[in-house]
């Protein structure tokens, strides 16, 4: 079993910056891929960013040089650096931790609003 408790959304204003974290405990030794999706109103939820333990990153296009997946072992918890944001990233962002012997889609944290205002 994984838990995650997810923190950091809030309102800014376009071309400002968050920081949203996610702090992960219980099986962490069953965890290969860590990675942050978002869903915004009307739309399904898409991959924003993924990090495996090998240290290997991906990002959506729309978010490339913009946004920096990261974790810290010490406090098992994964980071979204999030600058220069649009208010096309208006979206709730929702942690989300897979791996072998964990449930297909992985475990998934509450969802985090993140409203940019133009």
């Known amino acids: 079993q994984v838990h995650m408790v997810e923190s950091g959304g809030g309102l800014v204003q376009a071309g400002g910056s968050l920081r949203l974290s996610c702090a992960v405990s219980?099986?962490?030794?069953?965890?290969?891929?860590r990675g942050w999706y978002r869903q915004a109103p009307g739309k399904q939820r898409e991959l924003v960013a993924l990090?495996?333990?090998?240290?290997?990153?991906n990002y959506a296009d729309s978010v490339k040089g913009r946004f920096t997946i990261s974790k810290d072992n010490a406090r098992n918890t994964v980071y979204l650096q999030m600058n220069s944001l649009k208010p096309e990233d208006t979206a709730v962002y929702y942690c989300?931790?897979?791996?072998?012997?964990?449930?297909?889609?992985?475990?998934w944290g509450q969802g985090t609003q993140v409203t940019v205002s133009a």
């Open positions: 990090l495996t333990t090998a240290g290997n990153s």
């Open positions: 989300n931790v897979r791996g072998a012997g964990l449930p297909l889609n992985g475990y």
């Open positions: 219980g099986s962490l030794f069953s965890i290969d891929t």
